[in-house]
């Protein structure tokens, strides 16, 4: 039988096929339960894990207020269940610097001072934390460059001039590479960091605000720019060993000797004990726990981790995951049933015609695949639709998202996996019609061309 003739009786009978119309939606339902729920699904699971794979997602501060963080103290936590490593604050935390100029080789970037003078710019830096580390998507990472250094954003926004954070028009952070930040803290006003003491009985910690000097620091490399991990577009990361030198450089202009424990401040800065150490914990699950225990021990311990993410994402990750499952099995197996009903169905009706065709010659094999084609051209017409339907939703969704708070890209969908996933649409639309024509073709093989006066 050829394909021409094939096309024209299956043409012309699936427009007489009263369950077509079901058909359809249910295949519309089914492509985008298959490549629009699960689009979302995946970009959302994929940032929860990005976040809960990150070092300071996994890290707990513990600090020496109601005990002093002895050696033997710190060997009881590392023994903890679920404890990677405890590391002690080195470096800075976190602290606000302005940039006072941004530089290259051939002396100031006049086109960024502009920027700079007008709208105010700034950076959050943090300095690693022991065995933390960063891995770059261009230039260098912190390990292979020298002190001062320091690596920014791939999406790079270090500007004060907006209420809301929408529409940010981001600077490629690569091409930043090489340049130089002149920074200050807190506009040169003071430079903030938190000591902590003890007295015997209790302690607690207290801010100091020394002079703000100015800090050089070279741009070396950029990191990827997560919603959920890795700071956010304005925050820079020095190494452990920057931070460091940062702190004593303060420290000591500050009029402190740091090698005298006659002060408070002093005497936290050469005593291990009295420092903040985070407990980095193999798996952010297993945080609650590791909590729980450090509290047993009568320390002071954060109940959070370091770099924290909205509940309200956990939650949608969990919707969308529980939804994905509902939506794709629902419609995927009322189509398998109103697909075989409909097979049957004709079958039934159409017993004289198809006993005429054997009749004149046709094979099982030339019936079987005109009664597939048929199914085919409705199950392709639902997926075509349900197609353009996910396609223009993910469109305007990331559209939205790319022009809306930075938080808000992490729901920003990646085009080349939505395409798969309308890949695997379009073959469950194939699939589908021929699985259930073979279920029914028992039946087809049993008609005989006698069948043709039968039914006359």
């Given at each position: 039988?050829?394909?021409?003739?094939?096309?024209?009786?299956?043409?012309?009978?699936?427009?007489?096929?009263?369950?077509?119309?079901?058909?359809?939606?249910?295949?519309?339902?089914?492509?985008?339960?298959?490549?629009?729920?699960?689009?979302?699904?995946?970009?959302?699971?994929?940032?929860?894990?990005?976040?809960?794979?990150?070092?300071?997602?996994r890290c707990l501060e513990l600090d020496p207020?109601?005990?002093?963080?002895?050696?033997?103290?710190?060997?009881?936590?590392?023994?903890?269940?679920?404890?990677?490593?405890?590391?002690?604050?080195?470096?800075?935390?976190?602290?606000?610097?302005?940039?006072?100029?941004?530089?290259?080789?051939?002396?100031?970037?006049?086109?960024?001072?502009?920027?700079?003078?007008?709208?105010?710019?700034?950076?959050?830096?943090?300095?690693?934390?022991?065995?933390?580390?960063?891995?770059?998507?261009?230039?260098?990472?912190?390990?292979?460059?020298?002190?001062?250094?320091?690596?920014?954003?791939?999406?790079?926004?270090?500007?004060?001039?907006?209420?809301?954070?929408?529409?940010?028009?981001?600077?490629?952070?690569?091409?930043?590479?090489?340049?130089?930040?002149?920074?200050?803290?807190?506009?040169?006003?003071?430079?903030?960091?938190?000591?902590?003491?003890?007295?015997?009985?209790?302690?607690?910690?207290?801010?100091?605000?020394?002079?703000?000097?100015?800090?050089?620091?070279?741009?070396?490399?950029?990191?990827?720019?997560?919603?959920?991990?890795?700071?956010?577009?304005?925050?820079?990361?020095?190494?452990?060993?920057?931070?460091?030198?940062?702190?004593?450089?303060?420290?000591?202009?500050?009029?402190?000797?740091?090698?005298?424990?006659?002060?408070?401040?002093?005497?936290?800065?050469?005593?291990?004990?009295?420092?903040?150490?985070?407990?980095?914990?193999?798996?952010?699950?297993?945080?609650?726990?590791?909590?729980?225990?450090?509290?047993?021990?009568?320390?002071?311990c954060a109940d959070n981790p370091e770099l924290?993410?909205?509940?309200?994402?956990?939650?949608?990750?969990?919707?969308?995951?529980?939804?994905?499952?509902?939506?794709?099995?629902?419609?995927?197996?009322?189509?398998?049933?109103?697909?075989?009903?409909?097979?049957?169905?004709?079958?039934?009706?159409?017993?004289?015609?198809?006993?005429?065709?054997?009749?004149?010659?046709?094979?099982?094999?030339?019936?079987?695949?005109?009664?597939?084609?048929?199914?085919?051209?409705?199950?392709?017409?639902?997926?075509?639709?349900?197609?353009?339907?996910?396609?223009?939703?993910?469109?305007?969704?990331?559209?939205?998202?790319?022009?809306?708070?930075?938080?808000?890209?992490?729901?920003?969908?990646?085009?080349?996996?939505?395409?798969?996933?309308?890949?695997?649409?379009?073959?469950?639309?194939?699939?589908?019609?021929?699985?259930?024509?073979?279920?029914?073709?028992?039946?087809?093989?049993?008609?005989?061309?006698?069948?043709?006066?039968?039914?006359?």
């Amino acid at each position: 039988m050829k394909l021409t003739n094939i096309r024209f009786f299956a043409t012309a009978n699936s427009k007489g096929n009263s369950k077509n119309s079901i058909i359809k939606v249910l295949m519309i339902l089914l492509v985008t339960s298959v490549s629009l729920i699960p689009s979302f699904t995946l970009t959302v699971a994929s940032a929860v894990n990005e976040y809960k794979n990150d070092f300071r997602a996994r890290c707990l501060e513990l600090d020496p207020w109601l005990k002093e963080l002895t050696d033997d103290i710190l060997d009881s936590v590392r023994n903890i269940n679920h404890v990677q490593e405890v590391d002690m604050l080195k470096g800075m935390r976190s602290q606000l610097f302005s940039i006072n100029q941004v530089t290259d080789n051939n002396g100031i970037c006049e086109e960024w001072q502009k920027e700079i003078e007008e709208r105010n710019a700034a950076v959050q830096a943090l300095s690693l934390i022991g065995s933390e580390k960063m891995s770059v998507i261009a230039g260098k990472d912190l390990d292979e460059s020298p002190s001062f250094c320091c690596i920014i954003p791939s999406l790079f926004y270090p500007f004060e001039d907006t209420e809301n954070y929408n529409n940010l028009e981001y600077i490629d952070g690569e091409s930043l590479i090489g340049k130089t930040l002149t920074v200050t803290a807190n506009d040169g006003e003071y430079y903030e960091t938190l000591y902590n003491y003890f007295d015997g009985e209790q302690g607690g910690n207290e801010w100091i605000r020394p002079a703000a000097l100015e800090y050089k620091l070279k741009i070396v490399g950029v990191y990827y720019a997560s919603p959920t991990a890795n700071g956010y577009f304005d925050s820079i990361y020095v190494s452990e060993e920057t931070g460091r030198l940062i702190q004593e450089t303060e420290l000591e202009a500050g009029g402190y000797d740091l090698n005298s424990d006659e002060t408070l401040v002093e005497k936290w800065w050469n005593t291990p004990s009295l420092r903040t150490h985070y407990v980095i914990v193999d798996d952010y699950d297993n945080i609650p726990y590791v909590y729980n225990e450090i509290s047993k021990l009568g320390l002071v311990c954060a109940d959070n981790p370091e770099l924290g993410i909205k509940e309200s994402v956990l939650i949608i990750s969990k919707i969308l995951s529980v939804a994905s499952v509902i939506l794709l099995i629902a419609p995927s197996v009322l189509l398998v049933i109103v697909l075989i009903q409909s097979t049957v169905s004709n079958l039934k009706k159409r017993r004289g015609e198809i006993g005429l065709m054997k009749a004149v010659g046709y094979s099982d094999k030339n019936i079987f695949f005109c009664l597939c084609y048929e199914q085919l051209i409705v199950t392709l017409k639902g997926f075509f639709v349900g197609g353009i339907i996910s396609l223009i939703l993910i469109a305007i969704s990331n559209f939205y998202n790319n022009h809306s708070s930075y938080v808000n890209r992490l729901y920003i969908v990646d085009w080349s996996g939505f395409l798969t996933l309308l890949s695997i649409s379009l073959a469950v639309s194939v699939v589908i019609p021929v699985v259930c024509q073979l279920i029914a073709l028992k039946r087809l093989t049993k008609i005989e061309p006698k069948d043709a006066m039968n039914n006359m």
